[in-house]
């Protein structure tokens, strides 16, 4: 059973109608927490579980909250924010959990197919980075994986939002 709620462990509180989150989300808050915070899960031991979708949300709001040009879910990708002055592009794949080590082969597998698909995004948008950083966001990692950044989601949030 999954029940919606706050990160916060006083999770009783946040009882806010999916209605109600729908509106919150539309006037775009500035703290991408809070939006996370309203649109957790909750598993049966009370531990905080994101969806895949809120998770590339939050990435996509932290990127518009720096001024990036972002692309949400499109042509494959995830996440891809482009730095409005083209020096630099972040092609981010997003995982609502921690990957062992099959699971991670896959993802870096996707995230590399998607870095064509990015490319060809990129070049029917007229946007020219200097340079694509691949980044790969999950709850935690088997091994490191080469050319590739790796960080959870709550790192890599305070890494952008900074």
Excluded at 21 to 37: G, M, Q
Aim: aromatic share 8%; glycine share 4%; with cysteine.
């Amino acid at each position: 059973m999954i029940i919606r709620g706050c990160f916060s462990s006083d999770y009783n509180n946040c009882n806010d109608d999916v209605d109600d989150i729908s509106k919150k989300r539309a006037n775009k808050p500035k703290d991408t927490l809070a939006v996370a915070c309203k649109l957790a899960l909750f598993n049966k031991s009370g531990r905080a579980v994101m969806s895949g979708a809120v998770l590339e949300d939050m990435v996509a709001e932290a990127f518009k909250n720096r001024g990036y040009i972002v692309f949400i879910r499109r042509n494959h990708c995830d996440v891809l924010a482009v730095k409005p002055d083209m020096s630099l592009a972040y092609l981010v794949e997003c995982k609502d959990y921690a990957l062992p080590r099959k699971q991670q082969v896959l993802a870096v597998r996707e995230l590399n197919r998607n870095y064509t698909h990015a490319l060809e995004l990129l070049i029917q948008k007229h946007l020219c980075p200097e340079r694509i950083l691949k980044v790969l966001v999950a709850r935690g990692f088997s091994y490191q994986a080469r050319g590739i950044l790796q960080y959870t989601p709550e790192t890599f949030i305070k890494h952008v939002s900074s």
